[in-house]
């Protein structure tokens, strides 16, 4: 025969008891969504009110358990875990314990969530865990609950649940944009633009770990990317449906010291050199230079000559054209430092334009002369040029019979030429004049000139 011995505590108290229990069933041990509860009633034996149990009354029916159900949501997709949770609590005095157990069914799925024995005043907290069906449609989420105190009674409640049609599979599109590192930094911000459609977990995140929305969707949101290259990745429950790769770099004239984007810096120096070979355009001069933090460390000439990818060399040998090279010590195609160097021709040689020679000839000696140097007017003269050259010439003269009149000088053994021209009639001081430029043409040879005049006598007339 089982015992009970009826509660001493006032039926106020045991009401606010229930209440209680049921608050704390929904706010505590069950899930978001609703929760059905019932009173699991059964025969008990009425005793004393001492909770002694030393004399008893005939047999009584009343709550034993109060029972509080619930899923942890209504809608499912098919396959997806369905969790069913209670609250049980001993409704009976302190010193009662009730055996009970619970089983719960979801189709052919079935699971003991509880067969033990529970405290007076004591709450317990089965569930059990069920795989959704995989066909759509509305299904029954089943406990059924025994107890064994006089009799064995069981009660049965059910949660509707939902299995919805299986949702289109998720996809994704993602594009984005990388940046450059400000000096001192070691990230920026990027631009991602994603759609992420038919996802239960939607999730935007980068290889490196960052997660940067669960948003759907997102367009131009800014997000920070750290130097090189990262994968960012639009997903759902951790699987990639898209991604792109962004890439960082420092701005324009940093680099990367391994931690953050820094300035390059540089110095450089050297000397220049004499070309001493005739014939020669170039010599060899030396360049000492040093450059610290550059990711792509070069020494260029100006005339596009790239010496070095080094970042640093002592008394190099660099190859320099004549005239003055400016050295440029640069990270890429900017320039850090830079330094001048001369190069001009040795001893006894002259720069002709192209390279470093002998110096040139003087130019042509031009003696222009005439028979007279005072006509009366009307008369004519004979002019006589002497041209004295080493080389070739074209010459022309002016101020003769014909003029201009081209003619062409012959070096001979004496290297000087002779060539007569007369005047026109005079009535005026007339200036002749010859120009003579060595043919072929001789670097640094200039055009050579000469002249000579003649004076005309005014003519007095008799009275």
């Not at 002709?352 to 003269?381: F, H, M, W, Y």
Request: net charge negative.
């Amino acid at each position: 025969m089982y015992y009970f011995v009826t509660p001493s505590v006032p039926k106020a108290l045991q009401l606010f008891l229930v209440a209680t229990f049921a608050l704390l069933c929904f706010t505590t041990a069950v899930p978001s969504a609703e929760a059905i509860s019932w009173a699991h009633s059964g025969t008990y034996i009425s005793c004393g009110g001492d909770d002694s149990g030393s004399w008893c009354f005939p047999e009584d029916t009343g709550t034993l358990l109060n029972v509080t159900a619930n899923t942890n949501k209504t809608t499912y997709q098919p396959g997806e875990t369905v969790t069913l949770s209670m609250a049980v609590y001993n409704y009976l005095c302190s010193n009662i314990a009730i055996l009970y157990d619970v089983i719960g069914s979801l189709g052919s799925q079935s699971s003991v969530m509880a067969s033990a024995a529970i405290g007076g005043y004591t709450t317990q907290y089965p569930s059990a865990t069920f795989i959704a069906p995989t066909t759509p449609g509305t299904y029954n989420v089943s406990m059924n609950v025994c107890t064994y105190y006089v009799a064995h009674v069981c009660t049965t409640r059910s949660i509707t649940i939902t299995v919805a049609p299986p949702l289109p599979p998720a996809s994704a599109i993602l594009s984005g944009s990388g940046c450059q590192i400000a000096a001192g930094a070691n990230s920026c911000m990027g631009t991602a633009t994603w759609s992420i459609t038919n996802a239960t977990s939607p999730v935007l995140v980068n290889s490196t770990g960052a997660v940067y929305s669960n948003s759907p969707m997102g367009n131009g949101v800014a997000i920070s990317l750290p130097y090189g290259q990262s994968t960012v990745s639009a997903q759902n429950s951790g699987t990639v449906l898209a991604s792109t790769m962004l890439t960082t770099s420092c701005a324009t004239g940093l680099s990367w010291d391994g931690n953050k984007c820094v300035s390059p810096t540089a110095t450089i120096s050297g000397s220049g050199c004499t070309i001493e070979t005739l014939g020669e355009n170039r010599c060899a001069g030396t360049a000492t230079w040093n450059i610290s933090n550059a990711s792509s460390p070069n020494v260029y000439n100006g005339n596009g000559t790239t010496y070095s990818i080094s970042p640093s060399g002592t008394d190099e040998n660099i190859n320099l054209l004549y005239g003055v090279n400016t050295i440029y010590a640069r990270n890429a195609g900017v320039s850090l430092a830079s330094t001048n160097l001369t190069v001009t021709c040795g001893s006894g040689l002259v720069w002709n334009g192209s390279s470093c020679n002998n110096p040139p000839p003087p130019a042509p000696q031009i003696r222009v002369s005439v028979d007279k140097e005072l006509i009366r007017s009307g008369d004519t003269v004979v002019t006589t040029t002497e041209v004295t050259a080493a080389y070739g010439a074209s010459c022309m003269i002016y101020g003769v019979l014909g003029s201009p009149i081209a003619f062409t000088h012959t070096p001979t053994s004496s290297n000087t030429s002779v060539h007569t021209y007369p005047t026109r009639p005079l009535t005026s001081t007339q200036v002749i004049s010859v120009t003579c430029e060595a043919n072929p043409a001789i670097p640094g040879v200039p055009t050579a000139t000469g002249e000579s005049r003649v004076d005309v006598v005014p003519t007095i007339e008799e009275t």
